[in-house]
C-alpha cells in the first residue's frame, strides 16, 4: 500500500509570509522587549470568514455523506486515525494499533482526551459510536464504510479489538474517513433518550441499547419508530475532540465554530471560522476582493485569470484524486439499456468540455480510479468520442428516433450547469430532448437518492484514497441511494470483484481486480465518466499558515489573520 500512496504526492501546505517587516528588524524588536509583542498580539488568532459554494447539509459525522458537510465537521470531531500528507495512515485518538488476527484489529487509545462537552474520550465511546454508526435507526449513508465490523470489544479503558465479519484490507483507510470520526458519548445517549422521548417508547436508553444487541423484529420496530427523530440532537449541537467546537449555524446561511481553548496539543491560533453560504462564484471572488471573506471554496475554472491577477489573493491549486462523472439512472427506461448508454457516451466529447467548461483545469477520465490509486490503469480504452457510433448503438436499440430525459443538475455548479447544456446541445443532434433542471444542493441529493432523475451530475473525492471507495459506493449494488450508488447500477460480476478487493491484502492482486472492474464500468456504461479534478480555491493575502489536502479538506489550527 504504501508504493501507491507515494506515487501521488500532491497534497501541499500554503503558508503565506506576511510582509510587514525583515527578519532582522523582528529579531531586534524582540531583543529589546518592546514593539515585536504588539506585533504578535496582532498576528496571532482573528476570526476567519470562508465563503462557500455549498451549505453543510449535515453536522452528524454519521450523517451525509458529502464534501460541504465534511469539510465543516473535519474540524469538530476526530477519529482514531488519519492520513499524513504523504497519505499514510498515523495516529489520532489511537496511539498505537495491531492486527491480532486477520478479522481482528486492537487500539490502544490516548488517555486524557476530553470532549467539548467535558466528557472522557475511552474504549466505551468508540464502542457507543461504532454501534450507533450500524445502526439501521440511525440509517447512517456512511455505514457501509465500516459494516464490516461485527463486533467492537471492550478490552480495558483505553483498548479496543474490532472484530471484522472477513478479511478486509482498507479498514484503516476507512477508518481514517469522517464516517470513523467520533462523537461524545453522552450526546449520543441524550439523543437516543431525546429520541425515545419523542416516539413515546417506554423504555430507558439501556434498555434500548440491549435490545439492539439482541436484533430480531423487536429492535427492528423501535428502531423504525425512533429513526424520525434520532440524530437532532446531534445536529442541534455537534460535540467532538478537535481543535474546533460548534458555536452555532443558520442553515442556508453560515455555520461558525470556535476554537477549543482545552485541545490536547493546545488551542489553535485562530479564534473563530465561519463558513458564510455564497452559491454564486462571482459572489464569492467579489468577497473576497473586498476583504468581506477571506478564503473561498470552489473558485471555477472559468476565473482562473481574474484571480491570478490580483496581486492581493493568491490562488491554491491541488490535484485531487476525484472523479468527475455523468451518471445514468439504469432503472429509467430507455438508460436501462446499456446499448443506449454506451450511445450518449460516444456522443460526449469530453475533451470539448475539458477545454470548454473546465478551461484544462484536470484531466480526462477513462474510469473511477485517478492517476497514483491502486487499480488504475492506462491501458484501460474508454467508450470514444464517436458521434457516428453513436447513432448506430441507438438504432439497434430501438431508439434511432431519440426520445426525452430529464438532466438534473445541482444550481450551485456553474460548471456542472455547463456541463448540462454541452450534453443538452450534443444529444440534440441525436434527436435526444434533454431537460436540464437545476436544484438546490440539499434537494439535489434527496432527489438523486431517491431515484427522481434520468441523469445527473456529481463528483466523487474518494477520501480514504483507497480503490474500494473509489469504486464501491459509486456502483455496487449495496450501495444504492444515498450512500452513492445513485445510478441504481447493479452487477453482480462487478460485485463480485469488488467484495473480492475488499478482502484481498496483496497489492498486485488488487490492481488486477480493480482493473477488470473499471472494464465492466468502461464496457456497461452506468456513467459517463469525464475528468480528475483539480481542487482551486483562494485566500486573501494576509491568511498565514491554512492546510489543504488533496481531498479539499482543510487545518486551519496554525491560521492567522495579519492586518
Known sequence: MKSFWK?????????????????????????????SDDQTETAAGGDLTIAIPSDAVSMDPHGSNDVPSEQVRDEIYEGLVTQDENFEIVPLLAEEWEEVDETTMEFTLKEGVVFHDGSEFNAEVVKANFDRLLDPAVASPRAFLLEMVENVNVVDDYTVQLELEYPYSPLLNNLSHGAGKLVSKDLIDADYENALSEAEEDMSVEEYYELREEGGD??????????????????????GTNYMQFESRNPGENTVLTKYEDYRDGPATIDSVTYKVVSETGSRIAELETGSSDFILAVQSS????????????LDRNESVSIDYIGFNVESEPLDDPLVRQAITHAFDKEAVLSGVYNDSGEPAVAPLAPGILGHSEDLEGLEYDPDRAQELLEEAGHGDGFDINLMVNDDNPERVDMAVFLQESLGDLNINVNVEQVEWGAYLDATANGEHDMFILGWSNSTGDPDNGIAPLFHSDNMGDTGNRSFFANDEL?????????????????????????????????????????????????????????????????????
Open 303 to 314: 476565473n482562473i485569470d481574474r484571480v491570478e491577477g490580483n496581486d492581493d489573493v493568491t
Open 7 to 35: 506515487l501521488f504526492l500532491v497534497s501541499i501546505m500554503v503558508l503565506v509570509l506576511a510582509a510587514c517587516t525583515d527578519d532582522d528588524s523582528v529579531d531586534e524588536e524582540a531583543a529589546e522587549g518592546d514593539a
Open 495 to 563: 460485485d463480485a470483484l469488488l467484495d473480492e478487493g475488499a478482502q484481498v491484502t496483496d497489492d498486485d492482486e488488487r490492481q488486477q481486480i480493480y482493473e477488470e472492474a473499471q472494464q465492466i464500468l468502461v464496457d456497461e456504461a452506468p456513467a459517463i465518466f469525464v475528468r480528475h479534478g483539480e481542487n482551486l480555491n483562494a485566500y486573501h493575502n494576509n491568511v498565514e499558515g491554512i492546510y489543504i489536502d488533496s481531498y479539499n479538506i482543510f487545518d486551519f489550527r496554525e491560521v492567522t489573520l495579519n492586518e
Open 218 to 239: 423487536a429492535h427492528a420496530e423501535v428502531a423504525n419508530a425512533i429513526a424520525g427523530d434520532v440524530s437532532t440532537l446531534i445536529e442541534q449541537e455537534p460535540v
